[in-house]
């Protein structure tokens, strides 16, 4: 048997659907913004390999780190033990966030991040003998698969089945121009239950690349804090420069009380969670009664491998060549975007830094499942491309060291597919 045989016999993989599933393909490698099957052919991760991927593959850099770390320290307990990396690591992160963030909760990966945000929350409340235990989040918002993480997200096909055991959340549109008032109304009214109000700030990424204005959200952000609302940024995708500056809520003047982190924090590497705080959260649970202790820890919690490739990846990613690239593919996105926007098959574009997303026209089909999707998907694919549509929306986000040559042709192969599909 050769391996994707053997994989389709034991393999269940995530986001498939069990009858029409086709066969996956085998990597074996990876080098820049690049994967190669096992008979040689390359394809370009377009996608980041799920938007993780900030660096480039297998990157020597950080290969090297995490075998230092490896060698040296590979795990430690986190409850009453510490290490270089996880407190290195914390320091450099806060020292770039908005200077409200103060203190880092380590967790696995992005829905124990937003999980770790939540409690953090609505034990803040509980610890002051408060009331407040309703949450506010954004319709399409898709904050994790865990089930904290799944109620907060919008109620769609992903969470149909559960949708009766998902705590209860206010869910309101997103701020633009016409409804900020009306949004301002609805929080307002609920203002004395509101534990906290979690987002995705600058781009809906799940819900399809859906990008709004940080003035109107600023705005929001404004009259939550007004209305006594925690603020959670959930940053496990705009994080590490996908949105053009470092950290999406460096768009805003608004900080938020908490933020979550993960896909790029090891630059792709691993699962690695962050949850960053301000002192007065970390306040409300500092105390002599054992009740008011945040009961949160994963066995793999800071884990040091995981730390010391996101320490590698903060290096590359503080270094002057980052900014560059993703201006660099800001700008060739821009001028992909002026290009194709008057295209007949097209019905929007929208870019904000390193993300572009097109939707294409499809009459009235346009669920996730359609027919569509999946032609543009093996279209892509044949021509060594990873695209994953999310519907009838196409959407580019590369590692930052994407070659221009390897980003044109992406650009190229989405017009010729506009002119064959
Ligand atoms: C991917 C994602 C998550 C979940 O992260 P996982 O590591 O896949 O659990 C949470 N929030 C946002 C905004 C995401 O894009």
Not at 79 to 104: C, S
Not at 111 to 125: D, F, G, H, N, R
């Amino acid at each position: 048997m050769n391996l994707v045989e053997r994989d389709l016999k034991v393999i269940w993989h995530p986001y498939t659907q069990m009858k029409t599933v086709q066969p996956p393909v085998p990597i074996v490698r990876g080098e820049g913004a690049c994967l190669f099957d096992a008979s040689g052919k390359k394809y370009i991760d377009a996608v980041s390999s799920w938007w993780v991927n900030i660096h480039g593959h297998s990157h020597p850099y950080i290969a090297q780190k995490v075998a230092e770390q490896l060698t040296t320290l590979e795990h430690v307990i986190f409850a009453g033990f510490t290490h270089p990396a996880a407190v290195e690591l914390a320091e450099r992160l806060l020292a770039i966030l908005p200077d409200n963030q103060q203190k880092a909760f380590y967790s696995d990966n992005g829905s124990t991040a937003v999980e770790v945000a939540i409690k953090m929350c609505l034990q803040y409340w509980n610890n002051q003998g408060n009331k407040r235990t309703k949450i506010l989040a954004f319709k399409n918002a898709y904050h994790g698969d865990t089930f904290g993480a799944m109620a907060v997200s919008g109620r769609s096909a992903f969470t149909a089945a559960f949708d009766s055991l998902l705590f209860e959340v206010e869910f309101i549109d997103l701020p633009a121009k016409n409804n900020l008032q009306d949004l301002k109304s609805q929080i307002s009214g609920l203002k004395s239950e509101l534990a906290c109000f979690i987002f995705e700030p600058l781009v809906q990424g799940s819900a399809g690349m859906i990008m709004y204005g940080a003035e109107y959200l600023n705005e929001l952000m404004a009259h939550c804090r007004k209305e006594g609302v925690l603020l959670i940024a959930d940053e496990v995708f705009t994080g590490f420069g996908r949105t053009g500056k470092r950290f999406a809520c460096d768009h805003l003047t608004e900080k938020p009380d908490i933020m979550c982190f993960s896909k790029g924090l090891t630059g792709g590497t691993m699962a690695l969670g962050l949850t960053t705080c301000t002192g007065q959260i970390f306040d409300a649970f500092l105390s002599d009664d054992k009740l008011k202790t945040l009961f949160h820890g994963h066995s793999f919690t800071a884990n040091p491998i995981a730390c010391s490739a996101a320490l590698a990846s903060m290096d590359l990613f503080m270094d002057a060549a980052t900014p560059e690239n993703i201006e660099r593919i800001a700008r060739a996105h821009k001028r992909f975007a002026e290009r194709i926007k008057h295209h007949p098959k097209i019905k929007t574009v929208r870019q904000t830094g390193t993300i572009v997303a097109m939707e294409w026209e499809t009459g009235d089909n346009t669920s996730y499942f359609s027919l569509l999707r999946d032609k543009l998907y093996y279209y892509f694919l044949d021509a060594g491309i990873i695209l994953r549509p999310l519907g009838n929306i196409i959407y580019i986000l590369p590692p930052y060291c994407i070659t221009d040559a390897d980003l044109d042709y992406i650009y190229s192969k989405i017009e010729q597919a506009l002119e064959e599909i």
